[in-house]
């Protein structure tokens, strides 16, 4: 079974500034994938970044970036020079490598960011 | 990635009826999902559909209250029946592609029952 936990529910941040958004997890899987998705008001799942457990290299796209560290299983998203379209709550997901595409969800973290 | 859109986009149903919510994909895929987010909660997943067979559900969730069809590789339905206001939520289907596991998702249905 696989658990992914947020723990926090608010954040919020200025423009411009940087945030981090926690999450932990727990599978009994070798091979699995991590991924913070973002939905916006609109509620338009979007998928910011992904990291696959067996690479060590943390993921980068653009402002987002996110800290895995396996052994403590955590996988942290960091956020730089945020920007106003960033509101939204982010989710944390969890895909084992032989449950091919069923995504195990945290309980997402409502991000706002403030002019 | 794939295109996804959902029909209807929001609906407000009465208890005691069933709703036939449609997702389309622009590309043939084998496997798709369908997953309900109720009120200010994450996204749970109700099953797995695969084209040629019965629908996977997952704990908690049965065939006779969410019935879904897969009649080919780019559509899907997924029914909500005899309808409660507890049934009220986001209800999205998603695609896997690709060797990463991850998914694409629908616009969602917004679904309020009175």
């Known amino acids: 079974a696989q658990t992914v936990t947020q723990s926090q529910p608010e954040m919020s941040v200025q423009e411009a500034e940087t945030v981090t958004l926690s999450c932990t997890y727990d599978?009994?899987?070798?091979?699995?994938?991590l991924f913070w998705y973002k939905q916006p008001p609109s509620r338009q799942m979007i998928l910011v970044i992904r990291q696959e457990a067996y690479k060590q290299q943390n993921a980068t796209e653009n402002r987002f970036s996110v800290n895995f560290q396996k052994a403590a299983k955590s996988f942290s998203l960091k956020i730089s020079d945020s920007q106003l379209g960033d509101t939204a709550m982010y989710f944390c997901?969890?895909?084992?490598?032989?449950?091919?595409?069923?995504?195990?969800f945290g309980q997402g973290t409502i991000l706002t960011v403030h002019p | 990635s794939a295109v996804i859109s959902q029909k209807p986009s929001r609906d407000i149903c009465q208890r005691g009826t069933s709703l036939t919510i449609q997702c389309q994909v622009d590309?043939?895929?084998?496997?798709m999902f369908w997953y309900r987010q109720q009120p200010g909660q994450s996204l749970t997943l109700i099953a797995t559909a695969n084209q040629g067979s019965e629908a996977t559900y997952e704990s908690g969730f049965v065939i006779d209250k969410f019935p879904i069809s897969r009649p080919n590789l780019t559509f899907s339905t997924l029914t909500v029946s005899n309808m409660s206001p507890e049934d009220s939520s986001i209800y999205l289907c998603?695609?896997?592609?690709?060797?990463?596991?991850?998914?694409?998702f629908g616009p969602g249905t917004r679904l309020t029952v009175l």
């Open positions: 599978t009994s899987e070798n091979n699995y994938y």
């Open positions: 997901s969890n895909a084992g490598g032989t449950s091919y595409g069923k995504l195990t």
């Open positions: 998603s695609v896997a592609s690709g060797s990463y596991n991850e998914q694409f």
């Open positions: 590309s043939q895929v084998t496997m």
